[in-house]
């Protein structure tokens, strides 16, 4: 029997329909679940022949009510490397900082998609993921609805936001194509923002997230009876959002059957619910998102090409971080500068060395996965600022390869300006290494340094004095 068959997951909990749903869904990779309902058996469950055996637990916050933080760090005295996932209600990051500080390898709030259960899962216990620090514990944080926002300078994501503005104004479909975490929801709600339909409906409707035999009724709704268990009539997203903006997210795992029903209602303009004697007419702007190219997808013959011709008139492809490293050390300023504000954190720096370490690592997790190792980070940093120390996860697993030392500075942070202690350098420091800088830069072409940086010739020469630097170096 193989190790992923054998492990074994502890769910506290005393919600019948969420212990059969979680353990159903866990079930579906290998997972048998053992379910307690309450705190005094699950401390005592640990002590068993069968606790010894467990590779997670699940908490449902409401079983230990405002003690769910205390039975976390109990669980964790106990049993110090098992990982441990919290469930709850509550979108509270002051809450998700006390069940990390307590030791909660993540926190998933309900109603939990399938998808992102197992995904937690799968991330806390597989030995090849770092597991605590990159756990995405920053979901429900608000961001910022238009392109202002949205941080980077790379030329591939300048040129995705300006075909993305551009195609705002309009009232055609846009198919915004890009792997899981690069930014296509934040895009999408800044679209509908600058949209002329902002003020009317939008919804967005996950496809990978949903039962397939669901998705038909959701997308175009169904009459009373239609089916077994069709007890009330149900309005379908497409036409809730007439007048508005429909999201189809991951639009690259939509059925055949429903890639077919949903160019024939693009096509016609109307939406007929299932069990329906007749169509209502609509009109709705649909956004596609994909994590896959879908012209890939046409050639291999799993999406239809009329359909994909019917959205992507306009095609926005966001690039994965990786491609934009460049754009880190603005990125994880901003993610700081919004993580201080929440409630229980404050804000932090972070020195060259910590960047130069977020900059070789690949980020199969993209921009969100960069925002969580922050977060986390963030909860267990006792400094003014964040060092490569507050990532050992990275360090631990990029070894000599992420060592500042051993890699060229990132393009934006040539000039350090934190101490190794976290605190900032001295001003005179910082100016006389941006003047050796420049002068590298520029070939030791004073007129052209003095230029650049804003200064006389004769000024440039008394600072190099002053700052004791050679201008032939």
Request: some cysteine; hydrophobic content about 45%.
């Amino acid at each position: 029997m193989s190790e992923i068959e054998q492990r074994l997951l502890m769910l506290i909990d005393d919600e019948p329909a969420q212990c059969r749903l979680i353990s159903a869904l866990a079930a579906r990779e290998g997972w048998r679940t053992i379910v307690v309902r309450d705190s005094e058996t699950a401390i005592a469950t640990l002590g068993t022949r069968q606790g010894m055996q467990l590779s997670a637990i699940i908490l449902d916050q409401w079983v230990p009510g405002d003690d769910a933080c205390a039975l976390i760090a109990e669980l964790k005295s106990r049993r110090p490397a098992l990982p441990l996932l919290m469930l709850t209600t509550s979108s509270s990051p002051l809450l998700a900082v006390e069940a990390m500080r307590a030791g909660a390898t993540d926190y998933l709030i309900k109603p939990v998609a399938p998808d992102r259960l197992m995904l937690a899962l799968r991330a806390a216990t597989t030995r090849e993921s770092p597991q605590d620090e990159l756990a995405p514990l920053t979901e429900k944080m608000h961001a910022s609805l238009d392109f202002d926002s949205m941080i980077g300078a790379a030329p591939t994501f300048r040129s995705a936001l300006a075909i993305a503005a551009k195609a705002a104004r309009g009232h055609g479909p846009v198919l915004i194509e890009g792997e899981s975490g690069t930014g296509k929801e934040m895009l999408v709600r800044a679209m509908h923002a600058a949209s002329p339909r902002s003020r009317m409906p939008m919804r967005i409707v996950n496809i990978g997230g949903m039962p397939a035999n669901s998705i038909e009724s959701v997308l175009f709704g169904h009459e009373r009876g239609a089916f077994p268990g069709a007890f009330d009539r149900q309005i379908g997203a497409l036409q809730h959002c007439d007048g508005g903006t429909l999201v189809i997210d991951e639009i690259d795992r939509l059925p055949d059957t429903m890639q077919e029903r949903l160019f024939e209602s693009i096509a016609r303009s109307d939406v007929r619910p299932i069990g329906a004697r007749h169509s209502f007419k609509v009109d709705v702007r649909l956004i596609a998102a994909s994590n896959l190219p879908l012209k890939d997808l046409v050639h291999a013959g799993h999406f239809m090409p009329e359909l994909y011709q019917a959205l992507s008139a306009t095609t926005v492809a966001l690039p994965p971080l990786r491609e934009r490293a460049g754009d880190i050390p603005a990125l994880a300023r901003h993610f700081l500068g919004r993580i201080g504000e929440q409630p229980g954190l404050r804000p932090l720096g972070i020195t060259d060395g910590a960047l130069s370490l977020l900059g070789v690592y690949d980020w199969p997790g993209n921009v969100r996965q960069l925002q969580a190792v922050l977060f986390r980070a963030a909860v267990f940093c006792e400094g003014d600022a964040l060092t490569s120390e507050d990532f050992p996860q990275l360090s631990n697993l990029l070894g000599s390869e992420g060592h500042p030392a051993s890699q060229p500075m990132q393009e934006g942070v040539g000039v350090l300006l934190y101490a190794p202690d976290g605190n900032l350098r001295p001003l005179e420091e910082i100016e006389a290494d941006v003047i050796r800088l420049a002068i590298g830069h520029y070939r030791g072409r004073m007129t052209e340094v003095a230029r650049r940086l804003g200064i006389g010739r004769s000024t440039l020469y008394r600072k190099l004095t002053d700052l004791g630097i050679d201008g032939a170096a």
